[in-house]
């Protein structure tokens, strides 16, 4: 995977969520992608109650997009704090802790250095992610990710 298309790849908030639920039911790079397009996918029953029929649309209408998000990865056009906090849960399957607070809105989570650095990559300009102390496990350090600045 290259920054370089990281970074021309980019996909809505909403779009990243549904396809980082897509990505957990273990189909390779391929089948995936085939589901997409072809609208073969299931039924959510999660909270995200999600309807992948908007994905098969983005797959439809800009095929490329797509395929280049599928396969070589994306940057969110826009997070919010909230978001950040789901695709933490969809993509890295953990609860982060979301801080609310007007002026220290963040989203802690303990992460290994392969998930700090998913998460770095998708992030959309505008948030920082900082070291914010040991986590539980020895290899799984606590990270914030709050707005930069």
Do not use: C
């Not at 390779?28 to 029929?53: C, H, N, T």
């Not at 990865?73 to 950040?84: E, H």
């Not at 890295?92 to 607070?101: R, S, V």
């Amino acid at each position: 995977m290259t920054d370089h298309n990281v970074a021309l790849t980019k996909l809505s908030q909403w779009e990243a969520l549904m396809l980082e639920s897509l990505k957990a039911h273990g189909w390779s790079g391929d089948e995936l992608i085939r589901r997409v397009q072809e609208g073969d996918l299931p039924a959510d029953d999660s909270k995200f109650k999600f309807d992948y029929s908007s994905l098969t649309e983005l797959a439809k209408e800009q095929p490329e997009l797509f395929l280049a998000a599928a396969l070589d990865g994306y940057r969110i056009k826009y997070n919010t704090i909230r978001g950040i906090s789901s695709w933490i849960e969809v993509a890295l399957k953990q609860e982060a802790e979301l801080t609310l607070d007007p002026g220290k809105e963040s989203v802690t989570a303990a992460l290994t250095a392969e998930e700090y650095t998913r998460l770095a990559e998708v992030l959309s300009v505008g948030w920082s992610i900082a070291e914010a102390g040991p986590g539980a496990e020895p290899l799984r350090p606590l990270y914030r990710v709050q707005l930069a600045g």
